[in-house]
T-cell receptor
C-alpha cells in the first residue's frame, strides 16, 4: 500500500506560484512530511519538513491541513531553474524503518519561459 | 565539509563481474543510506545504517547485493555477480540525529552500467 500519492508531472510558467499536492491518507500520528528536490544527474536535496499547519523557509512553504491527510508544497515565483523532480515522503522523523524513506517517482515539474 | 563522497562516479562492467561502490558520509553523521534509481522504479531505498549497524536491509533486491559499514567514515555496496538489470544510479546519503532534522544529504551518485 503506497503511503503517498502525487501527480506524475506538472507544468507552469516563470514567475508563477506552483503548488504540488501530496495525498497521504494513512499518515500515522508520529509521521512527518518531508519534501525533496532532484535535478538531473544529481542526488535529491532536502527542501522542507513539517508536522502540521504551515512551515516556511527561504525556498518554499508547506501547508498541512488539520487532518494531515494531504500536504501542499508551495514554490513562490518559480524560475526555469525550478524545473526538477519533487518527492513527498511521509514517515517517522527517523524513518521508523524503510516506510519513511520511500521516494517513489515523484512529480516532474517543468517551468516554461 | 566536502559533503557525501561517492566513488567511482561511473562504472561500466560486464555481466558476472563483481562491482564495489564506495561512500564516505559527512563527518559526524550517524545515519547512512544506500539508494538505487532507475526510470522504471524511481528512487528505492536499499539499506540503511545507524552508528555503523545495518537497521533495515529489506530493500536489498537479492543475495547478490551486500553492504558493509566497517567504520563511521566508510561504507561499501557490493554486487556479485552483476547483471544487466543492476544498471542504475546508486546514491549514498547521510544524516545526523543530533541535528534535530532528518534531512538527508545525498552524494553525487555512481552510474553503473552492466553489459
Amino acid at each position: 500500500l503506497a503511503k503517498t500519492t502525487q501527480p506524475i508531472s506538472m507544468d507552469s510558467y516563470e514567475g508563477q506560484e506552483v503548488n504540488i499536492t501530496c495525498s497521504h491518507n494513512n499518515i500515522a500520528t508520529n509521521d512527518y512530511i518531508t519534501w525533496y528536490q532532484q535535478f538531473p544527474s544529481q542526488g535529491p536535496r532536502f527542501i522542507i519538513q513539517g508536522y502540521k499547519t504551515k512551515v516556511t523557509n527561504e525556498v518554499a512553504s508547506l501547508f498541512i491541513p488539520a487532518d494531515r491527510k494531504s500536504s501542499t508544497l508551495s514554490l513562490p515565483r518559480v524560475s526555469l531553474s525550478d524545473t526538477a523532480v519533487y518527492y513527498c515522503l511521509v514517515g517517522d522523523k527517523w524513518g521508523g524503518g524503510a516506510d519513511g524513506l520511500t521516494f517513489g517517482k515523484g512529480t516532474h515539474l517543468i517551468i516554461q519561459p | 565539509d566536502a559533503g557525501v563522497i561517492q566513488s567511482p562516479r561511473h562504472e561500466v562492467t560486464e555481466m558476472g563481474q563483481e562491482v564495489t561502490l564506495r561512500c564516505k558520509p559527512i563527518s559526524g553523521h550517524d545515519y547512512l543510506f544506500w539508494y538505487r534509481q532507475t526510470m522504471m522504479r524511481g528512487l528505492e531505498l536499499l539499506i540503511y545504517f545507524n552508528n555503523n549497524v545495518p537497521i533495515d536491509d529489506s530493500g536489498m533486491p537479492e543475495d547478490r547485493f551486500s553492504a558493509k559499514m566497517p567504520n563511521a567514515s566508510f561504507s561499501t555496496l557490493k554486487i556479485q555477480p552483476s547483471e544487466p538489470r543492476d544498471s542504475a544510479v546508486y546514491f549514498c546519503a547521510s544524516s545526523s540525529w543530533s541535528s534535530g532534522s532528518s534531512e538527508q544529504y545525498f552524494g553525487p551518485g555512481t552510474r553503473l552500467t552492466v553489459t
